[in-house]
């Protein structure tokens, strides 16, 4: 891996990271006045023009945003006006619980997702394989928030295991991680086991075979690292639908984390902790998409320039 | 679910599936179930017994009629009284007309950008392929969260957001496309005659690349009915007293343990529709594109 190809990508990280700052201010600025947004319509003008003043919305637009960005780079988000709190310490306190819930769903879904893939990929046309495609597709077509239901009518409602919302336990986290990793397991069970099928047909599989590479090192040293790079993409590019999707599940199973307090947060319109929680998200895909490039390198060395696929 | 057997050739490159001419009943299904949906969506206010916001709070928490319920409301009632199954076919329109609209918009923003940046290359191609990654970079979810946050909630500025998901998949697809499309013979042939890009594109490249594009939409819809559908259930998309699959599943979540029949409904519908399009899209893909088969199966 050369270092001008890190360098490429590290630039590019730092740009989308720029664009997602500058995005942030242009919605911000075009939604309104956020002055005459937070204060009652009888305020008199005078109080008005002194918040524009101190919040620095009377300056040229420029260098507002030259102060919006080195304020984000210093750490000032904002104020939540719900919580009378910096922003910040508001959405930090709930990340532990979405690590938490989203770390457990990312085990189980590289777990059920490599495990069925590589199984229905080695057992093409049996059972096993009938039954990991139709779960595959079943499994896509699940919207989330019905899932979760489905599953605290029959767990929590009627057999009464598992706990239907909140924190605090293993057993709490079992439905919504599992109901966060369904869809994700079935789209890495799928990729793993299309691109495995196209590997194990190439003719090093056959030469390795007729070395007599035991099978489980032809699959362990031969096949899955020269499947990996799809997989890899797909784990990548689908991070983004597994932090969607933890807003939606953590609504559904009141799980007190950032999700949670996004959905919050933008029925009461409290902006500032919004701005936060999309530049953390943002933050969070850039860094997960840089290490996804660089672990590209690391596993197929031929990557070695960063190139622009022609091909979708 | 019918699992197809087959007698599967080992050690070939065989597909497992023979390919058929027929239509697979499964395919027929989903066809059927989809027609079912449009007929709903089209002729709501022919078919629909009751008003999707007519209340009767004399007919609160009705079960289904099967369940013992008031024969008059099939699908048994709601927490303000009103009829499920009307309602349903109310939310049934309103989400798939919100569907149809975003699938347009965003495929037409997303293949125009497309076009250009194949056509213009350079700066343009730059700039559009940078926004294309940062739309790829965010959930959309986050995004359309956080507009409907700074902007407020309405039903136009909703239907835009839900449009503009999944654009830069169009504009990455159509942008390799063209560029293919431009390299053939045949469109360099019509060059030379002296025909306007524009013509060329609309009248030769589009047709060759469509296939490729109508595939992409089958990919695209059920996400997008996912989305609104998200968004309602959250609350922050179609508002009361307008319904919505979404929003019926949202509120009937907090009368799950009494009247489980408020939220499941509409979402064995969402999960059919979504299911429908994809084994639709799956199909058309194999029958577009031959060589996709092996890659894909």
């Not at chain 1, 009938?130 to 605290?152: D, R, Y």
């Not at chain 2, 975003?102 to 213009?120: D, E, N, P, R």
Request: charged residues 15%.
């Amino acid at each position: 891996m050369s270092p001008q190809f890190v360098l490429t990508k590290l630039f590019r990280a730092i740009l989308t990271l720029f664009l997602a700052v500058t995005f942030v201010f242009v919605v911000l600025r075009m939604s309104g006045d956020p002055v005459a947004q937070m204060l009652p319509d009888d305020v008199p003008a005078a109080v008005i023009t002194q918040y524009r003043e101190m919040w620095g919305l009377d300056r040229p637009l420029p260098e507002q945003y030259l102060r919006y960005v080195s304020g984000i780079l210093s750490g000032n988000l904002g104020f939540s006006f719900r919580d009378d709190r910096p922003a910040l310490d508001v959405v930090l306190e709930r990340v532990p619980l979405t690590l938490e819930l989203g770390l457990t769903a990312l085990l189980l879904t590289l777990a059920l997702g490599l495990g069925a893939g590589t199984l229905a990929a080695l057992k093409r046309g049996s059972g096993t394989d009938h039954v990991t495609m139709a779960f595959t597709i079943l499994g896509h077509s699940m919207p989330n928030f019905f899932l979760g239901i489905l599953l605290i009518l029959l767990f929590a409602m009627t057999w009464r295991v598992l706990p239907s919302s909140g924190t605090g336990s293993v057993k709490h986290l079992i439905m919504p991680a599992v109901t966060l990793g369904t869809s994700y397991a079935a789209t890495v069970a799928r990729f793993t086991r299309s691109s495995l099928l196209e590997v194990l047909h190439q003719p090093f599989m056959r030469t390795a075979r007729a070395k007599g590479v035991p099978f489980r090192r032809r699959l362990m040293s031969h096949a899955l690292p020269n499947a990996g790079i799809p997989i890899v993409t797909v784990i990548g590019l689908r991070i983004g639908a597994l932090i969607g999707g933890a807003v939606v599940v953590e609504s559904v199973f009141a799980w007190p984390g950032v999700g949670q307090l996004l959905v919050n947060a933008v029925a009461f319109r409290d902006l500032a902790v919004v701005q936060t929680v999309v530049l953390l998200i943002a933050f969070t895909m850039v860094a997960v998409n840089f290490l996804v490039d660089i672990l590209y390198g690391w596993l197929d060395p031929r990557i070695g320039s960063a190139r622009r696929e022609v091909s979708a | 679910m019918s699992v197809i057997t087959c007698p599967v050739t080992v050690g070939t490159d065989m597909p497992a599936r023979p390919r058929r001419r027929r239509l697979p009943l499964v395919i027929g299904l989903c066809v059927a179930w989809l027609v079912l949906v449009l007929l709903l969506a089209l002729g709501a206010d022919l078919i629909a017994p009751y008003g999707y916001a007519e209340q009767s709070l004399l007919q609160r928490l009705k079960p289904p009629a099967l369940l013992g319920g008031d024969p008059a409301f099939l699908l048994g009632t709601d927490g303000l009284g009103r009829d499920v199954l009307s309602r349903l076919i109310y939310a049934v329109r309103a989400s798939i007309l919100i569907a149809f609209c975003g699938t347009l918009i965003g495929s037409v923003i997303g293949t125009l950008l497309g076009f250009l940046a194949a056509h213009f290359r350079g700066w343009v191609e730059e700039a559009i392929m940078l926004l294309v990654d940062f739309q790829a970079s965010m959930p959309f979810l986050i995004i359309a969260l956080a507009i409907l946050a700074f902007f407020g909630n309405s039903f136009e500025l909703f239907l835009v957001v839900v449009g503009f998901y999944g654009w830069e998949v169009y504009a990455r697809l159509t942008r390799g496309l063209v560029l293919q499309a431009n390299a053939q013979g045949y469109a360099f042939a019509i060059r030379t005659l002296g025909v306007h890009p524009v013509r060329i594109y609309i009248r030769h490249v589009l047709p060759n690349i469509l296939s490729v594009l109508v595939v992409q939409v089958t990919l695209n819809f059920p996400e997008i009915i996912l989305l609104e559908t998200s968004l309602s259930f959250l609350g922050l998309g179609v508002q009361p007293p307008q319904t919505s699959l979404g929003l019926m599943l949202g509120e009937g979540r907090n009368y799950i343990a009494t009247a489980w029949w408020m939220a499941i409904p509409a979402g064995i519908a969402i999960f059919l529709t979504t299911l429908s399009v994809s084994l639709l899209g799956d199909w058309l893909r194999d029958r577009l594109d031959p060589t996709l088969q092996t890659a894909r199966d």
